[in-house]
């Protein structure tokens, strides 16, 4: 589950995990054209550094820590998925997902920066396993992002339920969901917390969390919007100011 900093490639302006390709780029100048690669040529996972094996990026030994600690959190998901997932949930879920495992959590734990989001989606997370990647919903968090000068990657994003709902028509979160991300929070304790739609701000809200509010790109989406407008880049730039410059 743990990904090295030191693995990683710089190429261009962003970084590859060069194990998520299975042909090597010809030319990447920026994030752009990363984002703009062809799953089919280069590989599922391709426009991001992990992928379901890997989802816990570590610059320093304190990361390390922390990613074990998660890793321990998802194994725990795994051994006994019906205490954290509702089983019509969990079933969906075995149905769409296009990887071995559960959808959890991916980022860097030690960015102090948290993104929740409300629950895997059914073209997204669900099939792939990374959080808000690949569906309309995940690409344009990731465009506005990167956009505004935060790599995606860097930040560590979840969701409050780790199973895709039937149809992506969520009912709701019970206490199983909300005990397994209190226990994910205790470990990372962030700095910033950022609730992604109503779902997560209601959830954060019940475990005593103070977070900022920001609506889901899914909202962006059902009005016809496909790139960072200068509405949600707005609303969206609380990330940066909490980010900062990327120091390493």
């Not at 006994?80 to 509702?86: A, D, I, Q, S, V």
């Amino acid at each position: 589950m743990l990904l090295r900093f030191e693995e990683l490639r710089k190429v261009g302006d962003v970084y590859i995990n060069p194990r998520n390709f299975r042909v090597e780029p010809l030319f990447i100048r920026d994030w752009r054209d990363l984002l703009g690669l062809d799953e089919g040529t280069y590989g599922p996972y391709a426009r991001t550094i992990y992928n379901p094996g890997e989802r816990f990026l570590a610059v320093d030994r304190k990361d390390e820590k922390l990613a074990g600690e998660l890793e321990a959190l998802y194994r725990e998901l795994l051994r006994r998925p019906l205490r954290f997932c509702r089983e019509e949930y969990y079933r969906y879920q075995l149905e769409v997902g296009e990887f071995d495992g559960l959808p959890f959590a991916n980022g860097w734990p030690g960015s102090g920066v948290v993104l929740v989001g409300e629950a895997p989606g059914r073209k997204g997370c669900g099939k792939t396993g990374i959080c808000f990647y690949r569906d309309a919903s995940g690409m344009l968090l990731r465009k506005t992002l990167f956009q505004l000068g935060v790599n995606p990657d860097f930040v560590y994003i979840t969701n409050v339920l780790k199973c895709n709902p039937p149809e992506n028509r969520l009912r709701g979160f019970g206490e199983g969901e909300l005990g397994l991300l209190q226990r994910e929070l205790e470990i990372l304790k962030p700095e910033a917390i950022f609730a992604i739609g109503r779902t997560a701000e209601k959830a954060l809200k019940r475990l005593g969390y103070e977070a900022i509010y920001l609506r889901h790109p899914a909202w962006y989406v059902r009005r016809g919007v496909r790139e960072p407008g200068e509405e949600m880049l707005e609303e969206y730039s609380v990330i940066k100011e909490a980010f900062g410059e990327w120091r390493f």
